[in-house]
């Protein structure tokens, strides 16, 4: 079983600050997903990267999948409120990583 | 996008007792369906994965016999926690896979918005 590490586990910021969260693993992924769960409701999916290397943006998101496909980073310029929330990375397989608890204070 | 709804949203159950959870596809069809479960402040944990017409894939550690899941049409599966313990209350999550492409591959998967099961 792949086992997925996500970095930090917590991070409080204040709204406007930028942010990069981390989701690694030892072996290779054959596509990687990015999540955000919202308190009590299930996640939803933010973007699939397949191809290293590959970057993708979603307005103030920027996801990044590593060369070796090992790992990927998630970038959020000026944050919100409205960006609060647990960020989760799956592989195909469908494990998922702890999750990283994002709370940003407006 | 693709739609997958849950019902109920919560549930509140004697100890012993049995409870169904329904996960529908709402405007795709799922050959293949997902139950997870998760802790308060845990990632999801995948229990078992929901074949259409055929037996669901558990994972190791989670009982069959107390998680039954029944795949009987291609937008619809259930999950019913027989009797019911405390340690069982948890929030479960279904997701459905839609198939994509001409080789009907597809990398995604929609969730549902959840049920919150509290055994008492």
């Known amino acids: 079983t792949q086992l997925l590490e996500q970095s930090p586990q917590f991070l409080s910021i204040q709204e406007g600050e930028n942010l990069t969260v981390y989701c690694n693993s030892s072996?290779?992924?054959?596509?990687l997903q990015w999540y955000r769960q919202e308190p009590g409701e299930g996640p939803v999916l933010l973007v699939t990267?397949?191809?290293?290397?590959e970057v993708k943006k979603l307005k103030r998101l920027t996801f990044q999948f590593g060369d070796a496909r090992k790992d990927s980073s998630l970038h959020i310029t000026a944050a919100q409120p409205g960006d609060t929330g647990l960020y989760l990375c799956?592989?195909?397989?469908?494990?998922f990583g702890k999750g990283i608890t994002l709370s940003v204070r407006p | 996008g693709a739609v997958v709804s849950q019902h109920p949203s919560w549930v509140i159950c004697k100890s012993g007792t049995s409870v169904k959870i329904e996960c529908r596809s709402l405007?795709?069809?799922?050959?293949?369906m997902f139950w997870y479960r998760q802790f308060p402040k845990q990632s999801l944990m995948l229990m078992a994965t929901?074949?259409?017409?055929?037996?669901?894939?558990?994972e190791q550690g989670v009982e069959k016999d107390k998680f039954l899941i029944n795949h009987a049409s291609l937008t619809l599966s259930t999950l019913t926690v027989t009797s019911a313990h405390p340690e069982d209350s948890s929030f479960y999550i279904c997701?459905?896979?839609?198939?994509?492409?001409?080789?009907?591959?597809?990398?995604?998967?929609?969730f549902g918005p959840g049920t919150r099961l509290t055994v008492t």
């Open positions: 997701s459905a896979r839609e198939e994509s492409g001409l080789a009907g591959i597809s990398y995604e998967q929609y």
């Open positions: 072996s290779v992924f054959s596509s």
């Open positions: 990267v397949v191809t290293g290397g």
């Open positions: 799956a592989n195909s397989k469908l494990t």
């Open positions: 405007d795709f069809q799922a050959t293949t």
């Open positions: 929901s074949n259409e017409g055929s037996k669901a894939t558990y």
